[in-house]
Nanobody, 123 residues
Framework: QVQLVESGGGLVQAGGSLRLSCAASGRTFSRNLMGWFRQAPGKEREFVATINWTGIYADSVKGRFTITRDNPRNTVYLQMNSLKPEDTAIYYC???????????????????WGQGTQVTVSS
């Protein structure tokens, strides 16, 4: 059974940093897209970043967030710097079962999802 478990969320002041982790178990994803999405209260889920061997970012986080992966640990990370109140959301880790790389920002193309971790940025 595949599981994705996020950690690292919390409360931080604007301008601060957090590092999210997503540990996968049940299979390896070394050749698959693994990414992060987020959902703020009252808003739809949106793409944040994803990675095969290079990162792909939403415009809203480009230059502030960095996605990396550690394939031996089957883990993906999201380093978030210069956080803003509008970054407040539940952050979800996601992974594809296939090795296709098209439409990397499309949530429905991801097959496995974590339970989410709350990130709150105070002003």
């Amino acid at each position: 059974q595949v599981q994705l478990v996020e950690s690292g969320g919390g409360l931080v002041q604007a301008g601060g940093s957090l590092r999210l982790s997503c540990a996968a178990s049940g299979r390896t994803f070394s050749r698959n897209l693994m990414g992060w999405f987020r959902q703020a209260p009252g808003k739809e889920r949106e793409f944040v970043a994803t990675i095969n061997w290079t990162g792909i970012y939403a415009d809203s986080v480009k230059g502030r967030f960095t996605i990396t992966r550690d394939n031996p640990r089957n883990t993906v990370y999201l380093q978030m710097n210069s956080l803003k109140p509008e970054d407040t959301a539940i952050y979800y880790c996601a992974a594809r079962s296939s090795t296709t790389w098209s439409s990397p920002a499309a949530g429905p193309t991801y097959d496995f999802w974590g339970q989410g971790t709350q990130v709150t940025v105070s002003s």
